[in-house]
């Protein structure tokens, strides 16, 4: 809400620029600590990258199937918003008001960051423009959050010991950042139009708000009573499949040629149901 009170007070803030901090300061430094505490348990970390793919892969499937009978454009915008979700800007923020560990939330969403970098913008040009731009997937693999998981990842068995002086206390604190900085973009760059509050009247938008909100939860409902995965990997992963679109899809598809309109509209009222029903299952105790 602040962010939005910002945007409309025109103080000079620009998302843009809040962006630029959160990737390439923030964002990297909250992904690189994470990724150094992450213990090397082979039965936790692989499930649930495992979990993460097998609910990418249903989400794709689902949503496919749901969109049949649109055009190629438009089950496209279907397709990619429903597969490719908000994995960090506005869940981090969440999980750990919630639970103060932010660990299961990396580990979920560095295969979503990864594919929707890579494959997503493949299908998004596939389906849009009908080319892949070899620059935009250049930078997609270079992107300064991943960067930062990985050197993280690979430093951990390396210098261990680095986590416990003050230097790697600051980057902490630096990281920690990007998750109140994150809820500040969220407000400068949602969507507020007479449009985007109406997106029952739009068939795109509608598909992507019912899965977002009620398919893609029962799909992770699945895979957690199927896994069982560890400590609040199991209330991590539910919070995260209620998130709608992410706000880089409206950018995607721009880019490529998909439904602009839809996407903004789809990502409107999902983030505030997704928060809604997120806090009303916090409050009744069910994550």
């Known amino acids: 809400m602040l962010g939005i009170v910002l945007r409309w007070a025109r103080v000079g803030i620009k998302a843009r620029h809040l962006e630029f901090l959160i990737i390439y300061f923030a964002a990297p430094a909250l992904l690189f600590t994470e990724a150094m505490k992450i213990e090397l348990n082979p039965l936790s970390f692989g499930g649930l990258i495992e979990i993460s793919l097998a609910y990418m892969g249903l989400c794709f499937s689902a949503s496919?199937?749901?969109?049949?009978?649109?055009?190629?454009?438009e089950r496209g915008t279907v397709v990619f918003n429903s597969t490719f979700f908000n994995s960090m800007f506005l869940p981090f923020p969440l999980i750990y008001a919630f639970y103060g560990?932010?660990?299961?939330?990396?580990?979920f969403s560095v295969p979503v960051a990864i594919l929707h970098n890579t494959i997503g913008i493949f299908l998004a040009s596939y389906w849009g423009h009908g080319k892949v731009g070899r620059n935009m997937l250049v930078r997609a693999i270079t992107y300064p959050p991943l960067v930062g998981f990985f050197v993280g990842f690979l430093a951990a068995p390396i210098v261990p010991e680095f986590v416990s002086t003050k230097a790697f206390d600051a980057l902490r604190y630096i990281g920690i950042s990007s998750v109140y900085l994150?809820?500040?973009?969220?407000?400068?760059?949602?969507?507020?139009?007479?449009?985007?509050?109406?997106i029952l009247r739009n068939q795109?938008?509608?598909?992507?708000?019912?899965?977002?909100?009620?398919?893609?939860?029962?799909?992770?409902?699945?895979?957690?009573l199927l896994a069982n995965p560890w400590g609040v990997a199991k209330e991590t992963v539910l919070i995260m499949s209620l998130m709608p679109p992410a706000f880089t899809n409206m950018i995607i598809a721009s880019r490529f040629g998909l439904n602009v309109k839809a996407t903004s509209q789809s990502i409107f009222l999902p983030t505030f149901l997704s928060i809604g029903i997120v806090f009303a299952l916090k409050f009744f105790a069910l994550i």
């Open 101 to 107: 560990d932010l660990s299961a939330a990396v580990l």
């Open 64 to 73: 496919y199937l749901l969109s049949r009978g649109l055009s190629s454009r």
């Open 182 to 198: 994150s809820l500040l973009f969220v407000g400068l760059v949602i969507p507020i139009s007479r449009d985007s509050l109406f």
């Open 204 to 224: 795109v938008s509608r598909l992507i708000t019912v899965f977002r909100t009620v398919v893609s939860p029962m799909v992770a409902l699945i895979l957690i």
